[in-house]
């Protein structure tokens, strides 16, 4: 978590907060988190955990 939140420019707190589902992430917000993965993030229809993902890019 601290290497992803150092990467994303945030706080660790508010990594710990998305992940526990105090923050409703934003579409902005998913994009700033893909970057700092180095992924692609997807979104399909539906509001289960099933309908965001990210995708690693390829090596």
């Given at each position: 978590?601290?290497?992803?939140?150092?990467?994303?420019?945030?706080?660790?707190?508010?990594?710990?907060?998305?992940?526990?589902g105090?923050?409703?992430?934003?579409?902005?917000?998913?994009?700033?988190?893909?970057?700092?993965?180095?992924a692609?993030?997807?979104?399909?229809?539906?509001?289960?955990?099933?309908?965001?993902?990210?995708?690693?890019h390829?090596?």
């Amino acid at each position: 978590m601290a290497q992803l939140a150092e990467r994303a420019g945030m706080a660790e707190d508010d990594i710990e907060c998305i992940e526990e589902g105090g923050t409703a992430p934003t579409v902005p917000l998913l994009r700033l988190l893909a970057a700092a993965l180095d992924a692609d993030v997807r979104l399909t229809p539906g509001h289960d955990v099933g309908s965001l993902w990210f995708e690693a890019h390829a090596a």
